[in-house]
């Protein structure tokens, strides 16, 4: 399966370049895989440069689970993270998918300097 990188997933979620959407329509009509560190990027995107809220953000990626032609990387990982930052929005999707992944791979606690972060179940405030 191939697989996209952010500047597409961006152009998908966007839609802001009819000619760069299409592009992408195509490119991923047969199947993409998406990959975690793609998901971090696009919402830091989606935050920074097209100041979507939160709940946007996180009803973005939501989307992506269901998605015809997208697989993401661990979709149960990616859910848990989503439910997470719509708890927590300030922590920053980010942060949400980086608990839920050392979660799931047993690797907890979370070590961390950040005061919210350390806040959550299985993170370790330094």
């Known amino acids: 399966m191939r697989a996209i990188d952010t500047n597409v997933l961006v152009r998908l979620l966007a839609r802001d370049d009819a000619k760069q959407v299409a592009a992408a329509e195509r490119f991923v009509e047969g199947g993409a895989w998406v990959s975690h560190l793609v998901l971090m990027e696009a919402a830091w995107v989606l935050d920074s440069v ?4 939160p709940a946007a953000i ?6 992506l689970l269901v998605h015809k032609n997208l697989t993401l990387e661990k979709t149960e990982v ?5 439910a ?4 927590r929005p300030t922590l920053g999707f980010s942060d949400c998918l980086i608990v839920a992944a050392a979660r799931q791979s047993g690797h907890v606690p979370v070590g961390t300097f950040d005061r919210e972060l350390g806040k ?3 993170v370790q405030r330094l």
């Open 120 to 122: 959550l179940d299985d």
């Open 78 to 82: 990616v859910a848990a993270a989503i």
């Open 50 to 53: 097209y100041d979507l809220a």
């Open 58 to 63: 996180a009803t973005a990626i939501e989307m």
């Open 84 to 87: 997470q930052f719509r708890k």
